[in-house]
């Protein structure tokens, strides 16, 4: 999310986390390891889990990249580009009809009711779920016919709304009628798609068809669920909420579930602040900052003076089951409160699943949530409440190159009644915090986290720290002012994700080489190839890694867009550009279809621009008509002829 560029807050450019003083010890310890780390070396124990192997560039295309398409110069312009033999086509705009009944999309004249029925706004995460769902465990191998599930993650009112203006306050501007547009216009939405002839198609009428939005009911499970800091006046109980917010990433599960992620909840939320429980709680959350939107001038729950304990019931990971439309969704409350990115698994040696997350705040955390029990692959029924059950952990990355995940327990070590904790209920509401005494590493804006399907190692987006000081930085941070961002890159001890205990190393540090200090690709990474400010990721199946980006153009005056590099061999980490967004658009929720002939790519926030507004937007992507407002979009993007992309 970026709204720095309409002049609104953006809570991930300020950092809430005060536990980011260093002891001199540290100070001198982090000089050191930061000359290290500019140097390349790795700690000698974790040296031996990585094959970094940068060999001098060949002179075919790609040099000893195994990709071999023909990279895209950077550029930043009004339309959307892909490399030459490559195809795009959009599968669905914003306005878009998803359930029945949906009337066609009128943007001067939007309601709520209509929104409710049609595709949200700013598409963000996007998984496959394969259609029929094969055997119990959810793993289905179709190539044709899928579940699409997508993430609605914010709202850009001077873009959806005429009259707004671009200025700072444009977004708190709405009337009560724009507010019920905006709060039918996020969460996420389940469509069916099909492929034909090469080509995907929304299924219309699809009995799976449907969306979620912030006036959803949903449940909440697990420790938070009945806790007194979970009840409000509509909801005594504490386990029923309405809606999810600022859905960003996401996940899946290995039963064949969603899950669809909570980040900067906070900007929903305004008015009086002064009556909060627990207030430095709420400040370490930002709830209280600055207003993101007018929401709370219309409706009371989003007024921090009428419902206090409303905000507490967002920041959770929320399980929806794509394959039953009737299911509530259920806030996961055992997976932890803070601004999760996304959620994404892998399967430790002994069955259970584990679960990364990462805090998308400058100087927050990245976690793992590790179940109490393996997971039933015949039996999905058995996994229903598996997500309840388990121990939520949260990284420190040491300078010898080890990883290694504490135990956020109650109870244990300073999680204590008297520290604040009395139940494992308090310490998942008050994650941040529970972690902060845990002294875990405050890193440069967790994104997106991916476990390689090939080597099994796991990738850890962080999206640039432009406040990091040169005091503050560590072996895993290695960069003050990063306004680039970085990769690190875990490898669990004994390939066991089950395992508190890793060995990290860097995969990249972003930035232009030889113009940004401290910039590392592949030696051979081309003037075309070095990106700013990676965010989410995918792998294809042969485990190259796809790197999309949020905030290039402020950052480095290039168009947000997508990278493709190998992780392994004589072209890892050799970055090459693949795709470029409209000018204003960030790109999110990459994924492959399982054969890799086709790559889904959510085109967020086209237009998001400085003075761009619903009249005089800076694009009209993807129509381009006049009167047609810029729309967020789903790309499908195949390589003419058909094959493996990137092959
Ligand atoms: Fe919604 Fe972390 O970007
Ligand atoms: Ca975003
Ligand atoms: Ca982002
Ligand atoms: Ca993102």
């Given at each position: 999310?970026?709204?720095?560029?309409?002049?609104?807050?953006?809570?991930?450019?300020?950092?809430?986390?005060?536990?980011?003083?260093?002891?001199?010890?540290?100070?001198?310890?982090?000089?050191?390891?930061?000359?290290?780390?500019?140097?390349?070396?790795?700690?000698?124990?974790?040296?031996?889990?990585?094959?970094?192997?940068?060999?001098?560039?060949?002179?075919?295309?790609?040099?000893?990249?195994?990709?071999?398409?023909?990279?895209?110069?950077?550029?930043?312009?009004?339309?959307?580009?892909?490399?030459?033999?490559?195809?795009?086509?959009?599968?669905?705009?914003?306005?878009?009809?998803?359930?029945?009944?949906?009337?066609?999309?009128?943007?001067?004249?939007?309601?709520?009711?209509?929104?409710?029925?049609?595709?949200?706004?700013?598409?963000?995460?996007?998984?496959?779920?394969?259609?029929?769902?094969?055997?119990?465990?959810?793993?289905?191998?179709?190539?044709?016919?899928?579940?699409?599930?997508?993430?609605?993650?914010?709202?850009?009112?001077?873009?959806?709304?005429?009259?707004?203006?671009?200025?700072?306050?444009?977004?708190?501007?709405?009337?009560?009628?724009?507010?019920?547009?905006?709060?039918?216009?996020?969460?996420?939405?389940?469509?069916?798609?099909?492929?034909?002839?090469?080509?995907?198609?929304?299924?219309?009428?699809?009995?799976?068809?449907?969306?979620?939005?912030?006036?959803?009911?949903?449940?909440?499970?697990?420790?938070?669920?009945?806790?007194?800091?979970?009840?409000?006046?509509?909801?005594?109980?504490?386990?029923?909420?309405?809606?999810?917010?600022?859905?960003?990433?996401?996940?899946?599960?290995?039963?064949?579930?969603?899950?669809?992620?909570?980040?900067?909840?906070?900007?929903?939320?305004?008015?009086?602040?002064?009556?909060?429980?627990?207030?430095?709680?709420?400040?370490?959350?930002?709830?209280?900052?600055?207003?993101?939107?007018?929401?709370?001038?219309?409706?009371?729950?989003?007024?921090?003076?009428?419902?206090?304990?409303?905000?507490?019931?967002?920041?959770?990971?929320?399980?929806?089951?794509?394959?039953?439309?009737?299911?509530?969704?259920?806030?996961?409350?055992?997976?932890?409160?803070?601004?999760?990115?996304?959620?994404?698994y892998a399967i430790a040696?002994?069955?259970r699943v584990v679960f990364y997350?990462?805090?998308?705040?400058?100087?927050?955390?990245?976690?793992k949530f590790v179940t109490?029990?393996?997971?039933?692959?015949?039996?999905?029924?058995?996994?229903?409440?598996?997500?309840?059950?388990g121990?939520?952990?949260?990284?420190?990355?040491?300078?010898?190159?080890?990883?290694?995940?504490?135990?956020?327990?109650?109870?244990?070590?300073?999680?204590?009644?008297?520290?604040?904790?009395?139940?494992?209920?308090?310490?998942?509401?008050?994650?941040?915090?529970?972690?902060?005494?845990?002294?875990?590493?405050?890193?440069?804006?967790?994104?997106?986290?991916?476990t390689?399907?090939?080597?099994?190692?796991?990738?850890?987006?962080?999206?640039?720290?432009?406040?990091?000081?040169?005091?503050?930085?560590?072996?895993?941070?290695?960069?003050?002012?990063?306004?680039?961002?970085?990769?690190?890159?875990?490898?669990p001890?004994?390939?066991?994700h089950g395992?508190?205990?890793?060995?990290?190393?860097?995969?990249?540090?972003?930035?232009?080489?030889?113009?940004?200090?401290?910039?590392?690709?592949?030696?051979?990474?081309?003037?075309?190839?070095?990106?700013?400010?990676?965010?989410?990721?995918?792998?294809?199946?042969?485990?190259?890694?796809?790197?999309?980006?949020?905030?290039?153009?402020?950052?480095?005056?290039?168009?947000?867009?997508?990278?493709?590099?190998?992780?392994?061999?004589?072209?890892?980490?050799?970055?090459?550009?693949?795709?470029?967004?409209?000018?204003?658009?960030?790109?999110?929720?990459?994924?492959?279809?399982?054969?890799?002939?086709?790559?889904?790519?959510?085109?967020?926030?086209?237009?998001?621009?400085?003075?761009?507004?619903?009249?005089?937007?800076?694009?009209?992507?993807?129509?381009?008509?006049?009167?047609?407002?810029?729309?967020?979009?789903?790309?499908?993007?195949?390589?003419?002829?058909?094959?493996?992309?990137?092959?």
């Amino acid at each position: 999310m970026d709204l720095r560029s309409t002049g609104n807050v953006d809570p991930e450019d300020i950092g809430s986390n005060p536990s980011t003083e260093p002891t001199m010890g540290e100070l001198i310890e982090r000089r050191l390891s930061r000359r290290d780390a500019m140097r390349g070396l790795l700690g000698a124990g974790a040296a031996a889990a990585f094959s970094q192997v940068p060999t001098p560039a060949s002179a075919e295309a790609g040099g000893p990249s195994s990709l071999t398409f023909k990279e895209l110069a950077h550029t930043l312009d009004a339309d959307q580009h892909v490399a030459e033999g490559y195809a795009t086509q959009v599968l669905i705009r914003w306005g878009d009809p998803v359930a029945a009944g949906a009337p066609a999309f009128d943007p001067a004249n939007q309601t709520g009711a209509a929104q409710e029925k049609q595709f949200g706004y700013n598409n963000d995460y996007l998984g496959l779920h394969p259609l029929p769902l094969s055997g119990s465990g959810g793993g289905g191998h179709g190539n044709d016919r899928f579940l699409m599930v997508a993430n609605h993650e914010y709202i850009n009112s001077n873009l959806m709304f005429a009259g707004l203006g671009a200025a700072r306050d444009a977004n708190l501007k709405t009337s009560k009628a724009q507010v019920e547009v905006e709060m039918a216009a996020v969460g996420g939405a389940v469509i069916e798609i099909a492929r034909e002839n090469g080509g995907w198609s929304v299924v219309l009428d699809s009995k799976y068809a449907r969306r979620i939005s912030a006036n959803t009911p949903m449940d909440v499970s697990g420790p938070a669920a009945g806790h007194d800091l979970m009840k409000t006046s509509a909801d005594p109980s504490g386990r029923k909420v309405v809606g999810t917010l600022n859905n960003c990433a996401g996940g899946s599960t290995p039963w064949g579930t969603w899950l669809t992620c909570e980040e900067n909840f906070d900007v929903y939320f305004g008015g009086d602040s002064s009556k909060l429980l627990l207030p430095e709680m709420q400040k370490r959350y930002g709830v209280g900052r600055a207003p993101g939107y007018g929401w709370f001038r219309h409706v009371d729950r989003f007024d921090l003076g009428k419902e206090a304990n409303e905000p507490n019931r967002f920041g959770w990971v929320v399980e929806i089951d794509p394959y039953d439309p009737a299911a509530a969704p259920v806030k996961r409350t055992a997976l932890g409160r803070f601004k999760h990115e996304g959620c994404t698994y892998a399967i430790a040696k002994d069955g259970r699943v584990v679960f990364y997350s990462g805090d998308d705040e400058r100087f927050d955390y990245v976690y793992k949530f590790v179940t109490s029990r393996p997971w039933s692959p015949n039996d999905r029924a058995a996994n229903k409440d598996l997500l309840d059950d388990g121990t939520l952990h949260v990284a420190r990355f040491d300078a010898d190159g080890k990883v290694q995940w504490l135990p956020l327990v109650q109870g244990q070590g300073p999680l204590t009644a008297e520290n604040g904790f009395a139940t494992q209920g308090d310490v998942v509401i008050k994650a941040r915090l529970a972690a902060d005494l845990l002294k875990a590493t405050p890193m440069d804006r967790p994104e997106d986290i991916e476990t390689n399907p090939v080597n099994g190692h796991v990738y850890v987006v962080l999206t640039n720290n432009s406040q990091r000081k040169s005091d503050q930085v560590d072996r895993a941070n290695p960069r003050a002012a990063n306004d680039h961002g970085h990769i690190l890159e875990i490898a669990p001890k004994d390939g066991d994700h089950g395992n508190s205990e890793g060995a990290w190393s860097i995969f990249l540090l972003a930035g232009k080489p030889g113009q940004d200090a401290g910039a590392r690709y592949h030696r051979a990474t081309s003037d075309n190839g070095w990106l700013s400010c990676p965010d989410n990721i995918a792998f294809d199946s042969r485990g190259r890694i796809w790197i999309v980006t949020d905030g290039a153009p402020t950052a480095a005056g290039i168009a947000d867009g997508v990278y493709g590099a190998d992780t392994t061999g004589f072209g890892r980490a050799l970055t090459r550009c693949f795709y470029q967004a409209p000018t204003g658009a960030e790109v999110c929720g990459p994924i492959f279809t399982p054969d890799d002939t086709t790559f889904f790519i959510a085109v967020q926030h086209p237009g998001e621009d400085s003075g761009s507004t619903f009249e005089k937007p800076s694009t009209r992507w993807p129509d381009f008509k006049d009167g047609m407002p810029p729309r967020p979009a789903v790309v499908a993007i195949t390589k003419k002829g058909g094959g493996a992309i990137g092959s």
